[in-house]
């Protein structure tokens, strides 16, 4: 990793390189990471209940390294990192209060993520899904928080402040309050294709044209036709028949 980290880096015209993780090797390579050129690390840590956290990573994972991971992360200049918690009813929704009552003063963003049917594989269901309206209530009665301004169009996080100081907190509401319209996002994944969607059914291959040695302008116009073209719209009719189709799994394609 620290390889493909300090390989991107060196690219032209690169204005940000974030990693993703679930942190459970972060205390070994934060380092290596930062002196490979990465500038930012958000984690996923759903619970600090060891045994909820275990469940929700598929029975597996420490819940300690991966908070030894962020202390390492911090302690070698990421920052802010940012840690990535799905909130899921009758899982975990009874401890976040207390997630954030851990990381409050710490520099650490914490973004709650309504849980998503990605893939075909959760089983998810709608009723399993706390909205960012409810747990944003939930949050406020313990701690006052004031809306915080967007970095950028199309950001994806609504962001607030506590108002006593305590840092910052983000929700994303794909359910709830899709932003397919302000989406910019597209995905690359590791076998070459190309997905403007996390819900997509299927996505633009890549690898073989670039090794059929197309140019840069080749490739260019190829995005721009794939991304003008583009009609996702997932978020917003979730419910309706298209929600039965097969779509990507996630591992496939990242976060």
Known sequence: MPAIVRGLAELDGIEDLALTTNGARLAARARELKDAGLKR???????????????????????????????????????????????????NDHTVLDLLERFRGTGVIVRFIEYMDVGTRNGWRADQVVSSKVLLEKIAERWPVAPVTRNYRGEVAQRYAFADGGGEIGFISSVSEPFCGDCHRARLSADGTLYTCLFAARGTELKGTLRAGASDADLVGLLQHVWRGRRDRYSEQRGEALTERDRVEMYRMGG
């Not at 275990?54 to 840690?83: C, H, T």
């Open 41 to 91: 690390i958000t984690v996923s840590c759903d619970s600090l209940d060891p045994d909820i956290f275990r469940r929700m990573s598929g029975n597996r994972g420490d819940v300690d390294q991966v908070l030894e991971g962020i202390e390492a992360a911090i302690a070698v200049g990421f920052g802010p990192v940012k840690l990535n918690v799905v909130v899921q009813r009758g899982v």
